[in-house]
């Protein structure tokens, strides 16, 4: 099942690279340049750069639809419409229509890309153990990863040269993933009767998944409701920061369409598969809390780095920010996919995802808009201190490490 699943997720990173936050805000922010007003650009660079956490929020809806329902069928067809809405992005118009276009259009693929994700949970689930989960997932990572970066580069590249053309990629990505879906339907879910038993005994005892059973689960387990808690302020201030350096990147340093989107995009993403299986043989080896409470700190130095670069308008700072980002979200990634299944059951994984991306969502709806609001009333405070606003993600970030480091305190003290 491994063997069968590389082709397909390496052919989707090619579409879902040019609807990544930090790809397509760039293309937005250079794109649209002058067509539409300065304060709107910069508040759709805000929700394209939270759309695919935002996305997110419809996790209960996806997990509803797949509950007792055979997996594969179900991800080939959420590929498929995918990979088509990404291909309707090549026909936006560059204009303030195309530009609402464009926004409706990530969002709703990135939609679509949540429910891939929150079904394809319980499929790795089911296929592979846990002993094992984070080095095969961090596989899957490391052939996803550069069709993702390809695009990026692809992207970046055209964007300079002629910003217009850029849309064709779309058309072009969307073709790999069509393909890629085909090739899914190849795939099998091992005892997968197991699995369907297993949600049909819990949703006997819990029902499906909803926002009543989100704060059900967050009651009751109070250790899951701990972790939850200090990634919403981690990945809060995380969710902000590439939204804030788009915005700083063209209007402060002037750095090109390319340099942006291979500080943002090219770099940290080449570079996952340099770091993952480091990361992964470390969750490996114990609980997601104590992982967490290690794996936190890259980003942070990452952080500290990229503004550091930022208010001294060093580029060598950006460049060693983006190689601790690449580390970090190696890292990130890993826990992400993987660290509801350290509190869950077989029967509860999907719903545990589920409570897991949902509040993701909220903070992708929340946190963008609102960095870039510190920034809008920072600049109209006084010009050219809206660089000031990186203090707000990189407080957020370091509080919620040092919440994964008093959870991995008190769980070595009991």
């Keep these: 099942m491994f063997r069968r699943e590389l082709l397909p997720w390496a052919l989707l990173g090619l579409a879902v690279g040019l609807v990544e936050g930090a790809t397509v805000a760039v293309l937005v922010k250079k794109g649209f340049a002058g067509l539409v007003a300065l304060h709107w650009v910069?508040?759709?660079v805000a929700v394209l750069s939270g759309a695919p956490a935002l996305a997110n929020i419809s996790s209960f809806?996806?997990?509803?639809?797949?509950?007792?329902?055979?997996?594969?069928?179900?991800?080939?067809?959420?590929?498929?419409?995918?990979?088509?809405?990404?291909?309707?992005?090549?026909?936006?118009?560059?204009?303030?229509t195309g530009l609402v276009l464009t926004l409706v259009a990530v969002i709703v693929a990135r939609l679509l890309w949540a429910g891939?994700?929150?079904?394809?949970?319980?499929?790795?689930?089911?296929?592979?153990?846990?002993?094992?989960?984070?080095?095969?997932?961090?596989r899957f990572v490391m052939v996803t990863v550069p069709g993702v970066v390809l695009s990026a580069l692809a992207a970046g590249w055209v964007l300079d040269r002629q910003a217009h053309a850029s849309r064709w990629l779309y058309g072009a990505a969307a073709a790999c993933g069509l393909l890629g879906a085909w090739y899914y339907r190849a795939v099998r879910v091992r005892r997968e009767y197991q699995l369907l038993a297993a949600?049909?005994?819990?949703?006997?005892?819990?029902?499906?998944?909803?926002l009543r059973m989100l704060r059900d689960i967050l009651?009751?387990?109070?250790a899951f409701r701990s972790y939850m808690f200090w990634m919403s302020l981690y990945g809060a201030g995380n969710l902000m920061v590439n939204a804030l350096l788009v915005v700083l990147y063209t209007d402060h340093l002037g750095l090109s369409g390319f340099q942006q989107i291979m500080l943002l995009s090219v770099v940290p993403l080449a570079l996952i598969p340099v770091f993952i299986p480091w990361w992964a043989r470390l969750f490996d080896r114990g609980h997601v809390i104590k992982y967490r409470s290690r794996q936190?700190?890259?980003?942070?130095m990452a952080i500290v780095l990229v503004t550091a670069g930022v208010w001294t308008a060093q580029l060598w700072l950006l460049w060693l920010g983006a190689v601790m980002a690449g580390a970090g979200y190696a890292g990130a990634n890993l826990g992400w996919n993987l660290g509801h299944n350290d509190f869950a059951s077989l029967g509860r994984a999907q719903h545990y995802m589920g409570v897991h991306v949902t509040l993701t969502g909220v903070r992708g709806l929340i946190a963008p808009p609102l960095g870039i609001?510190?920034?809008?009333?920072?600049e109209k405070w006084r010009p050219d201190s809206g660089m000031l606003a990186l203090l707000l993600p990189l407080g957020l970030i370091t509080t919620g490490g040092l919440g994964f480091v008093r959870m991995n305190r008190l769980n070595q003290g009991t």
């Design 42 to 44: 910069n508040f759709a």
């Design 61 to 96: 809806a996806w997990a509803n639809l797949a509950h007792g329902r055979t997996r594969v069928g179900l991800l080939a067809t959420l590929q498929t419409m995918f990979a088509l809405i990404v291909g309707l992005i090549a026909f936006a118009p560059f204009s303030a």
């Design 116 to 138: 891939v994700l929150t079904v394809r949970a319980a499929v790795w689930t089911a296929n592979y153990p846990r002993g094992v989960m984070a080095r095969i997932t961090g």
């Design 199 to 210: 949600e049909a005994d819990a949703a006997g005892s819990a029902g499906p998944f909803s």
């Design 219 to 222: 009651r009751s387990d109070a």
């Design 296 to 300: 936190c700190w890259a980003l942070v």
């Design 373 to 378: 609001a510190c920034y809008q009333l920072l």
